[in-house]
T-cell receptor, first 114, second 115 residues
Framework: AQTVTQSQPEMSVQEAETVTLSCTYD???????LFWYKQPPSRQMILVIR??????QNATENRFSVNFQKAAKSFSLKISDSQLGDTAMYFC???????????FGTGTRLQVFP | DSGVTQTPKHLITATGQRVTLRCSPR?????VYWYQQSLDQGLQFLIQ???????AKGNILERFSAQQFPDLHSELNLSSLELGDSALYFC??????????????FGPGTRLTVT
């Protein structure tokens, strides 16, 4: 069985600062993908960034980057230059190759303060 | 805007009733997924359809059913509703059914309140 754990229920950061959200996962499969989704107060689920497990290079999307440690089964999200619009719930998710079923963590609520 | 549409946005109904949630996938997407987001269970995968056929099942109750029509839109039917069924129901779509990176794009969700 696959599991995703987000151990930080809530985080806060000041505008323009950097914050890191943690995620660990468990799977016995070798081929899988990892995602971070953002859910703002509007409740829309927005894909922030993705990482293919076979790629060693960490994914980056503008101010968002990940630290993927495959051996440790860790997948953290770093948000640089935090903006007020980054305030949202952030979900880490695992997708095992050939299953298409996203397994979500419980989420981290991020508050960005001015 | 993800290109996935869901109707209605909000639904309020009583226990014991039946409701239907509708989803239209992004243009060109063949797969539709349904997820439930509740306070106590978090985000859970319910069921997936690919090109009209059921492809995968998750923690979907027997009172719930779904289908995907020839035009690829999907409906999730919830019957004998209970208070605990109150949740946000998301539909997501992707281009293919399985294999490779298959990003799922989420609709805005339907907020179901059972009173």
């Amino acid at each position: 069985a696959q599991t995703v754990t987000q151990s930080q229920p809530e985080m806060s950061v000041q505008e323009a600062e950097t914050v890191t959200l943690s995620c660990t996962y468990d799977t016995s499969e070798n081929n899988y993908y990892l995602f971070w989704y953002k859910q703002p107060p509007s409740r829309q689920m927005i894909l922030v960034i993705r990482q293919e497990a076979y790629k060693q290079q960490n994914a980056t999307e503008n101010r968002f980057s990940v630290n993927f440690q495959k051996a440790a089964k860790s997948f953290s999200l770093k948000i640089s230059d935090s903006q007020l619009g980054d305030t949202a719930m952030y979900f880490c998710a695992l997708l095992v190759y050939n299953t298409d079923k996203l397994i979500f963590g419980t989420g981290t609520r991020l508050q960005v303060f001015p | 805007d993800s290109g996935v549409t869901q109707t209605p946005k909000h639904l309020i109904t009583a226990t014991g009733q039946r409701v239907t949630l509708r989803c239209s996938p992004r243009s060109g997407d063949l797969s539709v997924y349904w997820y439930q987001q509740s306070l106590d269970q978090g985000l859970q995968f319910l069921i997936q359809y690919y090109n009209g056929e059921e492809r995968a099942k998750g923690n979907i109750l027997e009172r719930f059913s779904a289908q995907q029509f020839p035009d690829l839109h999907s409906e999730l039917n919830l019957s004998s509703l209970e208070l605990g069924d109150s949740a946000l129901y998301f539909c997501a779509s992707s281009h293919t059914g399985r294999g490779g990176l298959n990003e799922q794009y989420f609709g805005p969700g339907t907020r179901l309140t059972v009173t």
